[in-house]
């Protein structure tokens, strides 16, 4: 169901869809439109729709879901961002940086549950990001907090052999490179500590452009979301409906070497999920560097350190 790779139109990038843009589809079958489809793999986030992680026989369940991504011929990473998934009443929370430390635990928790699907599905990353600055509570104290929670689930990661792959999130503690760099440096640059980059959180905020930031990122690159953007507005975008000039961004991209999946995360639109899954595949690749039919090796960059 996927494309030929030795296709002489094939990317060395591997394109992936987030399923929180497909929340209206049964898991099952939001994986077999994305094979159907031609995607390389999914991002997958753990909600009540989708691979609970809080039901009962949540292992069993993601050996289900591995032997069908295997079927399908689809890659994996898990994402963490569901909105809901751990509080009804509060987008996002509890999250890292709670004043509660038992509220803080269950993010831990969680966190500690995606290690394990990831390792049971062959994931190549776990996504997570940092959360809002609770009110009252000072930027040191903040930091202080998410190095604290973070330590737990990085040594699950490295057991596992699962990159952990921060995300910088606008308006959140952790909101750009330099933040997770700060991060990084706090933590003593632990080998499980990767990066999430949203490449239209690039071009909504960071002072360097698209392709300049994933140059500057591509050692710690573990993990790619992608969608269109417009300057200074954190909205997620259909490709074309932003400001983005994708061919550029995913020729730097290709050149790093980067051998994880490109995700398009388009969640406020999943009332349509199946169109714009339709749409974005043809887009990227259109965009995306092409390599000659046979993989030829002259045609493989070199670049980050790779999951």
Not at 137 to 154: G, H, N, S
Not at 178 to 206: I, M, N, V
Not at 221 to 243: K, N, S, Y
Request: aromatic share 4%; net charge negative; hydrophobic share 40%.
């Amino acid at each position: 169901m996927n494309r030929n790779p030795n296709d002489a139109t094939a990317s060395p990038l591997r394109f992936g869809y987030g399923t929180n843009g497909l929340t209206d589809l049964r898991l099952d079958d939001a994986l077999a439109l994305l094979a159907d489809l031609g995607y390389d793999g999914v991002g997958l986030t753990l909600d009540h729709m989708h691979l609970d992680p809080l039901a009962p026989d949540l292992a069993a369940r993601t050996r289900r879901v591995a032997h069908r991504l295997d079927e399908l011929g689809l890659g994996v990473t898990v994402e963490t961002g569901a909105r809901y998934v751990l509080d009804p009443r509060r987008k996002h929370g509890p999250s890292l940086l709670d004043a509660d430390p038992d509220d803080r635990a269950r993010r831990v928790d969680l966190l500690l549950r995606a290690v394990r699907v990831a390792a049971d599905l062959g994931a190549h990353a776990v996504h997570c990001f940092s959360g809002i600055v609770p009110d009252g509570t000072d930027e040191d104290t903040a930091w202080k907090r998410l190095a604290e929670t973070l330590t737990p689930v990085l040594d699950a990661a490295a057991g596992a052999g699962v990159p952990l792959a921060v995300e910088p999130e606008p308006g959140h503690l952790l909101a750009t490179l330099a933040d997770f760099h700060h991060l990084r440096r706090t933590l003593g640059d632990p080998e499980p500590l990767g990066l999430t980059l949203d490449l239209g959180h690039c071009q909504c905020l960071e002072p360097l452009p698209p392709a300049d930031c994933v140059r500057e990122a591509a050692p710690w690159l573990r993990h790619v979301q992608i969608e269109d953007m417009r300057r200074g507005v954190h909205e997620h975008l259909p490709f074309g409906d932003g400001e983005i000039d994708f061919p550029p961004v995913l020729a730097t991209l290709a050149a790093t070497g980067y051998q994880g999946l490109t995700v398009v995360e388009l969640p406020r639109h999943s009332h349509a999920g199946p169109h714009f899954a339709a749409r974005s595949l043809p887009f990227l690749r259109h965009a995306a560097p092409s390599v000659p039919p046979h993989g030829d090796p002259s045609a493989t960059p070199e670049g980050s350190r790779t999951p």
